[in-house]
């Protein structure tokens, strides 16, 4: 499996520079962008776009779970919906 690595210490940066509340704000702009990426895409089949706002979520998202320092919880959801969703596949 590729891994994708985003920097924790320019990130934490950013959060000090901007704020929490800023960035929470940010995520939600990006939330919607991402959105209409996937909906451009399924109609043109052009990703460039949606290459573009998968990276900005991805990074907003990753600012969000270090500003909740949340990892245990966070990860015990992600385990509970891979394996729901896997029993509703037929397990």
């Known amino acids: 499996m590729n891994t994708i690595s985003i920097d ?7 959060i000090e520079t901007y704020g ?3 960035q929470m704000i940010v ?7 991402f959105i ?5 895409t399924l109609i043109d089949e052009d990703v460039t776009n949606l290459i573009d706002e998968l990276a900005d979520i991805m990074i ?13 919880e966070v990860q ?4 509970f919906k891979l394996k729901r ?3 509703r596949m037929g397990g």
């Open 8 to 14: 924790t210490d320019v990130l934490k940066r950013i």
């Open 20 to 22: 929490h509340m800023n």
């Open 27 to 33: 995520a939600m702009g990006e939330a919607g962008e």
């Open 36 to 40: 209409n990426a996937i909906r451009k």
């Open 60 to 72: 907003v998202t990753e600012q969000v779970r270090m500003m909740l320092d949340m990892d245990v």
């Open 76 to 79: 015990r959801m992600i385990d």
């Open 85 to 87: 969703q896997v029993e």
